[in-house]
């Protein structure tokens, strides 16, 4: 399996270099370091959004309330800063990381304790969250004025060339990383969605660590609405509409199994930078935004039918070793 799972990330990661050579043919100022550090800036709020998805979508599960999840928080912290302007930025960020945390535990305990399909719990999550921030605002903006300087500058100010949003980022796929391969929780979040039946007889309570991947998806989401809102200075309603469905497309094209128990913080990386290189590079190559919602589509298709054929390999073998027995 971890064979397979390096192979998947060595293509994507060719496939990254081809498609960064193709641009590069025509404007070579795109693949400059100073412009890749800002496409992966630019990704940066995927990358973390794909993180959290890639450990719910492990454990058998789907999290698509996680774009609402980063608007209402993103709302509420908003809102705090016009209420209370002098409060330390570090404050905003743990209401927004809290708060965020305190929706994927909602959302956990929908599916653990009710057992209502994960599917189903965040569709119906994603429509609540998005009908609180119209409840709090009535359908208004917040604008860039009624920010205060601070609270915008977090995501834009620089660490050694880098802005923080992108060192956050950094941080978060290390952490991650070291987490899913380290820790009894990440092997718990493998063991769940790779089979429950077994994980239960070793003593996982499979609900359980459902729960405890959600908590911490809606936690990241929180994190990242806060950056996102303080980054672009404007929040909400629609606040990133529909971009659930891109960090889906990022877990699955870098080679997260949506049948659970298989993926990689690395792969989930991948896959987002792959869509982030894709939804930067149209607009310089003079391509339609929409081709954008294609090309992700046709790799989604692409990495589902390898996914079917890298699992459906080890029963043929098998197959075949019982034919030459008989």
């Not at 995927?46 to 454990?59: K, P, R, S």
């Not at 607009?283 to 990495?303: K, Y």
């Not at 073998?317 to 030459?324: F, N, V």
């Amino acid at each position: 399996m971890k064979r397979i799972l390096a192979t998947r990330e060595l293509l994507l990661l060719v496939a990254i270099g081809i498609v960064l050579a193709i641009i590069a043919s025509r404007f070579p100022a795109f693949v400059t370091p100073a412009n890749l550090t800002v496409v992966f800036n630019d990704t940066s709020p995927l990358i973390l959004l794909a993180i959290g998805q890639m450990i719910v979508i492990l454990t058998k599960c789907i999290d698509l309330s996680v774009a609402a999840n980063l608007a209402l928080t993103g709302m509420v912290v908003a809102l705090v800063n016009i209420a209370a302007p002098d409060l330390p930025i570090p404050v905003i960020i743990v209401i927004a990381t809290g708060f965020g945390t305190l929706l994927g535990m909602f959302n956990g305990l929908l599916v653990w304790k009710l057992a209502i399909p994960p599917i189903v719990v965040t569709l119906g999550t994603m429509t609540i969250f998005r009908g609180c921030i119209f409840l709090l605002t009535e359908g208004k903006w917040v604008n860039s004025h009624e920010m205060t300087a601070a609270f915008k500058a977090v995501p834009r100010a620089d660490i050694l060339g880098l802005p923080v949003l992108s060192w956050i980022a950094i941080v978060a796929v290390i952490f991650f990383s070291l987490l899913m391969t380290r820790t009894t929780l990440g092997r718990a979040f493998y063991a769940a969605g790779g089979n429950p039946h077994a994980a239960t007889y070793a003593g996982i309570n499979v609900g359980r660590t459902q729960f405890w991947a959600f908590t911490i998806s809606g936690a990241i989401a929180g994190l990242t609405g806060y950056l996102w809102v303080s980054r672009f200075a404007v929040a909400y309603v629609d606040v990133a509409g529909g971009f659930e469905l891109t960090v889906v497309a990022a877990c699955v094209i870098g080679g997260v199994s949506i049948m659970g128990g298989i993926g990689t913080v690395t792969g989930a990386l991948l896959g987002a930078l792959f869509l982030g290189i894709i939804a930067n590079a149209l607009p310089v190559v003079n391509i339609s935004p929409f081709w954008q919602m294609a090309i992700s589509g046709s790799a989604i298709i692409i990495a589902v039918v390898v996914n079917a054929q890298a699992n459906r390999s080890p029963g043929r073998i098998i197959l075949k070793k019982a034919e030459q027995a008989t």
